[in-house]
C-alpha cells in the first residue's frame, strides 16, 4: 500500500466520495454489507484501494502546506519536481526571529508522497485564500537569495 488506510473517522468525513466509488466498483449499499459480512480481504483491499485514490487525488491539489507552534513556523511550497520551505525560529529575548529557507528536488512521481508525510507530521494545507500572501512570500525569499 502506497498511503496509510484512513480512519474510520476520515471515511465518515468523506462517505460521499467512498459510496460513488463502491459504486464504480459494482456494489450498492446492499451488496457492500454483503461483502463486508462475507468477505473481508475484500472489504480490505477495496478500503485500501480507496485510501490510495484518496491520498492521491487529495495531495494532488495541494500547494502550501503550514504548521505553527510557539517555538517555529514552517511554511513548504510544493511544484511538481521540488519543494521550498521556509522556517520562522523564534530567538529567545528577540522579536525578530531567525529564518531559514530551504529546497528539495525530488522526480515528480514522488510529489504526492513528500506531501503525504509532512501531512502525517502535522502539518496542514494552508486555504486557498492564504496562496497569494505565500506565493509573495516566496518570492521576496528568491529575491533575498540573490
Known sequence: MRYRRLTD???EAVEKDFVKFLSSQ???APEWQRVKSEDPAKVD??????SNLFWE??????TYLER??????WVFQFSESSAKVIRWVKKEGS???DLFSGMKEFPQEARAKEIFL????GLIPC???RHLELKNLFEKEDLQAL
Open 57 to 62: 487525488s487529495s495531495t494532488e491539489r495541494m
Open 26 to 28: 459494482g456494489l450498492d
Open 45 to 50: 483491499f477495496l478500503l485500501d484501494e480507496f
Open 9 to 11: 473517522k476520515e471515511l
Open 95 to 97: 522579536e525578530n526571529p
Open 127 to 129: 486555504p486557498e485564500e
Open 118 to 121: 509532512l501531512l502525517e507530521q
Open 68 to 73: 505553527k507552534s510557539d517555538a517555529d513556523r
